[in-house]
């Protein structure tokens, strides 16, 4: 079966850290591309940060030098480290599973940024 299962969101002042995790199984987790993508209420889901089979990363302009995602093949788990957070950063964030034409989906977990 088939998982994807995100942990780490909550709630954070601005300024603050979170690190989220995706556990998978199922899948050949090493051929995969990574990806988390966050869904703001009334905004479409936007591509936040990528990481590749072989290591490469990527990350949304509006994201980068903050978050920083990273993979453990041996655990078969993504990684999202969230710094300085922001208001704007609330959202529901979703992993992402990538092999050729397929893509499968966490069930997201929820961020929310405030004082």
């Known amino acids: 079966q088939v998982q994807l299962v995100e942990s780490g969101g909550g709630l954070v002042q601005p300024g603050g850290s979170l690190r989220l995790s995706c556990a998978t199984s199922?899948?050949?987790?090493?051929?995969?591309?990574m990806g988390w993508y966050r869904q703001a209420p009334g905004k479409q889901r936007e591509l936040v940060a990528r990481?590749?089979?072989?290591?490469?990363?990527m990350y949304a302009d509006s994201v980068k030098g903050r978050f920083t995602i990273s993979r453990d093949n041996a655990k078969n788990t993504v990684y999202l480290q969230m710094n300085n957070l922001r208001p704007e950063d609330t959202a529901v964030y979703y992993c992402?599973?990538?092999?050729?034409?397929?893509?499968?989906w966490g069930q997201g977990t929820q961020v929310t940024v405030s004082s």
């Open positions: 992402n599973a990538a092999y050729g034409v397929g893509m499968l």
């Open positions: 199922g899948i050949t987790f090493s051929i995969y591309a």
């Open positions: 990481i590749t089979s072989g290591g490469s990363t």
